[in-house]
């Protein structure tokens, strides 16, 4: 099966291998260095700074999600959450289930977070936290994340983004950006298995930790440090996932985010070039297209679902709409390994039995070999 969902993506060998290590103890030597080594990827990964608190919480992303929210603002605290889909409106639903003071500021799925509209819902009152979902999964669109986190550190809130489908695929600075949490799911960018939700909280963020209550025990991060800074105890940790989690890291980091970004971004407009010429059209506005979740609606005469399951049984694996979009549209991954021109060859192939095209696979390669000098 070729996995071209918009997560879980493909395991490269050598983090699949990791998996196959012998089993230690999550207090063993050896996974305490391996610990140490992950902390040291993520300071890259993140661009935190110094004092940052890097860490991989035993979860999905969805938990760094609920862990940011609760140990950067507490229950009184007044919260804007800026929602343009589907993750965006699961951080309205955690802020509602913790009875946080909460703002929502929408903008309609398949369109970017006007920053415009964040500095006057930021003139309005005072907020303690800012939130934001930088690659909007749901409905490939991009977030215009620096612009906003520079309207965030001039009010003076904490500013949490989530680095879901960007982090590990493209660069991030947090210091640069002024970004005080960042959070990414294992099996995202990264193509390590599901299970970990890596983070990274600033020093300026950390400053909170211990001095707030936060209503959680599992995700209360002064407690997850104890364990990834003092070698502590705090639960049991899922070791050989740390173990296939600093391979996927290694991995990322020796090929470059620079490069990895280009990669996707090339691939996307060799993927999407194609498909509207068979009669697909791009779901995402123009100028905000997430470049590793391709997001498109069928062509007339056929079905998202008909399509999805003509590619199964093909042996491809893709995504369709969630929340709004259900029912409306296919989403493609091109996160780590799955943004290979190979994964994708087999994609056209199947794609082109189900539509009854031929020479789709053929047409593929032609886009994605050099032009002639």
């Known amino acids: 099966m070729v996995l071209l969902t918009p997560g879980p993506t493909p395991i490269h060998p050598l983090v699949q291998a990791a998996l196959a290590k012998p089993?230690?103890?999550?207090?063993?030597?050896?996974?305490?260095?391996?610990?140490?080594?992950?902390?040291?990827?993520?300071?890259?990964?993140?661009?935190?700074?110094?004092?940052?608190?890097?860490?991989?919480?035993?979860?999905?992303?969805?938990?760094?999600?609920?862990?940011?929210l609760t140990n950067l603002a507490s229950q009184g605290d007044a919260v804007l959450l800026l929602v343009n889909g589907t993750f965006g409106e699961r951080?309205?639903?955690?802020?509602?289930?913790?009875?946080?003071?909460?703002?929502?500021?929408?903008?309609?799925?398949?369109?970017?977070?006007?920053?415009?509209?964040?500095?006057?819902?930021?003139?309005?009152?005072?907020?303690?936290?800012?939130?934001?979902?930088?690659?909007?999964?749901?409905?490939?669109v991009i977030n215009p994340a620096a612009e906003i986190a520079a309207l965030v550190r001039e009010h003076g809130a904490y500013f949490m983004l989530d680095a879901v489908t960007t982090a590990g695929m493209m660069p991030l600075s947090m210091t640069a950006m002024g970004v005080d949490y960042a959070y990414t799911g294992s099996q995202k960018c990264l193509s390590a298995p599901p299970g970990l939700a890596p983070f990274a909280l600033s020093r300026r963020g950390r400053e909170r930790l211990g001095k707030a209550h936060v209503p959680?025990?599992?995700?209360?991060?002064?407690?997850?440090?104890?364990?990834?800074?003092?070698?502590?105890?705090?639960?049991?940790?899922?070791?050989?996932?740390?173990?296939?989690?600093?391979?996927?890291?290694?991995?990322?980091?020796?090929?470059?985010?620079?490069?990895?970004?280009?990669?996707?971004?090339?691939?996307?407009?060799?993927?999407?070039?194609?498909?509207?010429?068979?009669?697909?059209?791009?779901?995402?506005?123009?100028?905000?297209?997430?470049?590793?979740?391709?997001?498109v609606r069928p062509p007339e005469?056929?079905?998202?679902?008909?399509?999805?399951?003509?590619?199964?049984?093909?042996?491809?694996?893709?995504?369709?709409?969630?929340?709004p979009t259900a029912g409306q549209m296919l989403r493609l991954g091109l996160m780590g390994e799955s943004a290979r021109e190979e994964h994708y060859r087999v994609f056209f192939r199947a794609l082109g039995e189900v539509m009854g095209k031929n020479g789709l696979e053929e047409a593929f390669l032609e886009r994605t070999q050099p032009a002639a000098v």
């Open 91 to 140: 951080m309205v639903e955690i802020a509602h289930a913790y009875g946080m003071r909460y703002t929502v500021l929408r903008a309609e799925p398949g369109q970017p977070i006007d920053p415009e509209a964040v500095r006057r819902a930021l003139a309005e009152r005072r907020y303690q936290l800012v939130t934001l979902v930088h690659g909007e999964t749901s409905t490939g």
């Open 216 to 295: 959680g025990w599992y995700s209360d991060l002064a407690r997850v440090a104890v364990y990834w800074e003092q070698e502590g105890y705090f639960c049991t940790s899922p070791v050989l996932l740390h173990f296939a989690l600093e391979e996927a890291l290694r991995l990322a980091l020796e090929e470059g985010l620079e490069k990895r970004y280009q990669r996707a971004k090339r691939l996307y407009g060799q993927v999407l070039g194609l498909l509207e010429e068979l009669g697909f059209r791009a779901y995402a506005a123009p100028e905000a297209r997430l470049p590793t979740v391709l997001t």
């Open 23 to 68: 089993m230690r103890g999550h207090l063993d030597p050896e996974t305490l260095a391996t610990n140490r080594r992950i902390r040291g990827y993520l300071e890259a990964l993140f661009g935190a700074g110094e004092g940052a608190l890097l860490a991989a919480m035993p979860g999905s992303g969805s938990l760094g999600m609920e862990a940011g």
């Open 301 to 323: 005469g056929f079905s998202e679902a008909d399509l999805r399951k003509g590619l199964y049984q093909r042996g491809v694996s893709v995504a369709g709409g969630i929340g």
